[in-house]
C-alpha cells in the first residue's frame, strides 16, 4: 500500500555528494585491488562529487547566513571559488572580516579542484592526451577485421594537487587527495564561522507538516531511505 505524503522533507546536497564521494573513493580502491581499470571510473566521479560537495556546503551557507538578505541575486552569481571566499566575510555573526589566504593551502587546491572539475565537465573541442597506436593488432572474432590498439600514455599532472590531466589515469588515491581538500576547506570555514558551521547544522533538515504548515529543524540521521551515517 502507498503511503500518504504528509510532510515536504528537505534534501541536504551536502550530505549527500559527500558521501558518494567517500563511496565512489572506496569503489576505486576496491577496483584497484582487482586490477580493473574501473578504478578510474569512480576515482573520476568521487572527484566529482567532492567538487559539488563543496558547491553545496557553501550554498547551504548562503541560503542561511548572508546578511543582509537584500542582494542575494548578485551573490548567487559569484562563481564557487568567490562563493567561498566571500561567504566568511558576509556570513559571519560577529564581522571579523576574517576569510580564506587564496595565497596557501587548502585554498590553492581547492582552486585547482575547480579546475579540474572544468576539465573534465566542460570539455571543448580538440581536447587530446598522449597515447601510442600499433597498426592492425585488433583482430574482430569471426571476421577479417582489423583495428588499431590505442593506449593513452601517462602525461601531465595538475600542478598543486598532483592529480593527473588524463582521466583515465586517475585512481583512489587522488580521489582521497580531492575528499581531503574538501575536508580541509570544510575545517577552516568552521574556524571562520564557529557557532554557525557546526556538525549539527551540516546535518540538519526541514520538515514541514503538509496541513499545518508547521516546520521543525531535524537531523539527518532521522531519514530512512537516503544515506545514514551507519552506512
Known amino acids: ?3 500518504i505524503a504528509t510532510h515536504n522533507i528537505e534534501l541536504n546536497f551536502y550530505y549527500l555528494h559527500s558521501k558518494d564521494a567517500e563511496m565512489f573513493a572506496l569503489w576505486a580502491k576496491q577496483e584497484e585491488e582487482k586490477k580493473s581499470k574501473l578504478k578510474s571510473l569512480h576515482a573520476r566521479h568521487a572527484i566529482l562529487s567532492a567538487i559539488f560537495t563543496c558547491e553545496s556546503l557553501i550554498n547551504l551557507v548562503l541560503a542561511d547566513f548572508y546578511i543582509p538578505k537584500s542582494g542575494s541575486k548578485s551573490i548567487d552569481r559569484l562563481s564557487l571559488y568567490d562563493k ?5 566575510l558576509i556570513c559571519t555573526k560577529n564581522q571579523t572580516m576574517k576569510t580564506f589566504d587564496k595565497s596557501v593551502e587548502p585554498f590553492q587546491s581547492f582552486a585547482e579542484l575547480i579546475k579540474i572539475r572544468n576539465w573534465l565537465v566542460h570539455p571543448k573541442p580538440d581536447i587530446y592526451v598522449d597515447g601510442t597506436l600499433d597498426e592492425g593488432s585488433i583482430t574482430i572474432l569471426e571476421s577479417e577485421e582489423t583495428h588499431p590498439w ?3 600514455i601517462k602525461g601531465a599532472i595538475w ?38 558551521i557546526t556538525k549539527d547544522w551540516l546535518k540538519k533538515i526541514k520538515c ?4 499545518t504548515k508547521n516546520a521543525m529543524t531535524i537531523s539527518i540521521d532521522s531519514l530512512w531511505g537516503g544515506y545514514t551515517p551507519n552506512e
Request: charged content about 25%.
Open 1 to 3: 500500500m502507498n503511503k
Open 208 to 211: 514541514i507538516d503538509k496541513n
Open 159 to 196: 600542478r598543486q594537487t598532483q592529480i593527473p590531466v588524463n582521466p583515465f589515469e586517475l585512481c583512489s588515491n587522488h580521489a582521497e587527495k580531492a575528499i581531503n581538500v574538501v575536508k580541509e576547506m570544510e575545517n577552516k570555514l568552521k574556524e571562520l564561522m564557529p557557532n554557525q
Open 84 to 88: 567561498w571566499f566571500t561567504a566568511p
Open 150 to 152: 590505442i593506449e593513452t
